[in-house]
């Protein structure tokens, strides 16, 4: 099974910043938009960064989204208690036309 | 606001079948892909399967191709997934996902709260 790789776990203080990286090929994060998904435990995802980098009504602009090349990245900043969740990014395969996820990052909020 | 309900997941012996629905609402539902992601206790996400807008094309992972079967009714706004052949590995939480566009571009925009299925004997 084709994932995007994500590092398992991510740490920091509140108020500190993190970063999640996003890992995938030229046909998938190379070519098609990233997306990036909140998920507490127990619940549905939650969009948080569609399009790479562009962010829904109702996300607060602590969070960010880029992509270069084949790897994209979700960073948080001005971390609080609130943030601890899973996050996962997505995106579209354009040569084998599936859908991908990565396995996933656990935020811990020191 | 966007709704997607998600129903008809239960407990299933190895072997049997079961078909999944998903109801969509505040949204043109003809105008958009719509996805079917499962989540394993305890694991990450799996993408399963994808129907464009006007079901003309569907795809699925190669782990569920053949056993399921993604469909749409646009006048009804709902997707369905038949599941046959179902395996211990198939249990999991149902998401149905609405796509931010028409075709898959990889932005799952909106999802459903989960529907369990649980294959045991």
């Known amino acids: 099974q084709i994932v995007l790789t994500q590092p398992p776990s991510v740490s920091a203080a509140p108020g500190q910043m993190v970063t999640i990286s996003c890992s995938g090929s030229s046909s998938n994060v190379g070519t098609h938009s990233v997306s990036w998904f909140q998920q507490f435990p127990g619940k549905a995802p939650k969009l948080v960064i569609y399009?790479?980098?562009k962010r829904p009504s109702g996300i607060p602009d602590r969070f960010s989204g880029s992509k270069s090349g084949t790897s994209a990245t979700l960073g948080i900043t001005g971390l609080q208690t609130g943030d601890e969740a899973d996050y996962y990014c997505g995106t579209w395969d354009t040569r084998l036309n599936i859908g991908l996820f990565g396995g996933g990052t656990k935020v811990t909020v020191l | 606001q966007v709704q997607l309900v998600e129903s008809g997941g239960g407990v299933v012996q190895p072997g049997g079948s079961l078909r999944l629905s998903c109801a969509a609402s505040?949204?043109?539902?003809?105008?958009?892909?719509m996805h079917w992601v499962r989540q394993a206790p305890g694991k990450g996400l799996e993408w399963l399967t994808f129907i464009r807008y006007d079901g003309s094309n569907k795809y699925y992972a190669d782990s569920v191709k053949v056993r399921f079967t993604i469909s749409r009714d646009n006048s009804k706004k709902m997707v369905y997934l038949q599941m046959n052949s179902l395996r211990t590995e198939d249990t999991a939480v149902y998401f149905c996902?609405?796509?931010?566009?028409?075709?898959?571009?990889?932005?799952?925009?909106?999802w459903g709260q989960g529907t369990l299925v649980s294959v045991s004997s």
């Open positions: 399009d790479n980098s």
């Open positions: 505040g949204f043109t539902f003809s105008n958009y892909g």
């Open positions: 996902a609405k796509d931010l566009r028409s075709y898959g571009s990889g932005n799952f925009e909106y």
